[in-house]
């Protein structure tokens, strides 16, 4: 192959990572979608194609559309890439990590969308690729992907881009959990936004619950009200722990203007059997 073609791989292999991160939600993933995308291309003649950028993103679109239906295991999804840890304060050599992943509230809503949905949302809304090229991939007109992304926007409903865990986010989210824990209905109501969306992830699947009322009429249960405040993602969040020290559930929190607009919970223990979770407090299990 010629210098030229490799050089123009190793200019879009960022993107490409990038593109099939997002889709897969696992850095081990899409390393191998884009270096199959690679052995792919070395395979074919270069001045056959017209536009490599545009081949590439759809060799990497269908092979990442490949490993979305192959996925049937639920442990197998990439639960273990969340950055989960004991929330001491902003770490500035952890800013790329944490703007690199995968946030757990996007992460689960992804999870419960179909392979076609979850690919044309994120191709389209995340990296402005045409329909007519996701209708490629897909093996659908422009018109059906349009609606396949329209779907997924619609369930996705959450702020995609990463977000810091800001001291007013924090107290906007243990304002949430000591409400909970007192059963302040008003309390909740004040600091949920009225079109909240609260998904958890369990062992039948992933429920959804939307709407302050809704939501804080269910808050007490679960982990809401009570656990280890950590940072999930970047996001404030708390992980709560059965008395043996086995963790019960994660919950991640998005705020927005000073209410929550996003919960996320996984409460799986296939799932969190898979996350790299901190040590429970001392105090779990204390006086068994």
């Given amino acids: 192959m010629p210098d030229t073609m490799t050089e123009v791989f190793e200019a ?21 979608v884009v270096q199959e995308a690679w052995l792919r291309l070395s395979r074919q003649d270069a001045a056959a194609i017209d536009n490599l950028a545009g081949w590439l993103t759809t060799v990497v679109g269908r092979l990442s559309l490949d490993v979305l239906r192959s996925r049937r295991s639920r442990p197998e999804a990439p639960y273990d890439e969340i950055v989960v840890a004991v929330d001491e304060g902003p770490a500035p050599e952890d800013d790329v990590a944490l703007a690199d992943s995968v946030g757990l509230a996007l992460l689960v809503v992804l999870e419960s969308l179909a392979p076609g949905e979850r690919l044309a949302f994120v191709l389209h809304d995340l990296f402005a690729v045409p329909f007519e090229e996701i209708g490629r991939i897909l093996g659908k007109t422009p018109g059906a992907t349009k609606m ?17 865990a800001g001291k007013s986010q924090r107290e906007v989210v243990n304002a949430f ?8 209905f008003e309390e909740l109501l004040r600091v949920l936004d009225p079109e909240v969306r609260l998904t958890v992830d369990t062992p039948d699947g992933v429920v959804v619950v939307l709407g302050a009322t809704n939501v ?11 656990g280890q405040e950590v940072l999930v993602g970047g996001l404030p969040g708390v992980v709560a722990w059965h008395a043996d020290g086995r963790p019960m559930s994660v919950v991640a929190f998005t705020v927005v203007g000073g209410r929550i607009t996003g919960i996320a919970a996984v409460a799986d223990p296939a ?17 068994r």
């Fill in 271 to 287: 799932r969190l059997a898979a996350m790299e979770l901190p040590e429970p407090p001392e105090t779990v299990g204390a006086g």
């Fill in 148 to 164: 396949l992304a329209s779907r997924a926007r619609k369930k996705v409903r959450t702020p995609v881009g990463p977000s810091g």
């Fill in 216 to 226: 804080a009429a269910g808050a007490r249960i679960g982990a809401a009200a009570g």
């Fill in 177 to 184: 959990l000591r409400a909970a824990r007192d059963g302040d």
């Fill in 12 to 32: 879009q292999r960022d993107r490409l990572r990038a593109v099939a991160h997002r889709v897969l939600g696992s850095h081990a993933d899409a390393e191998d």
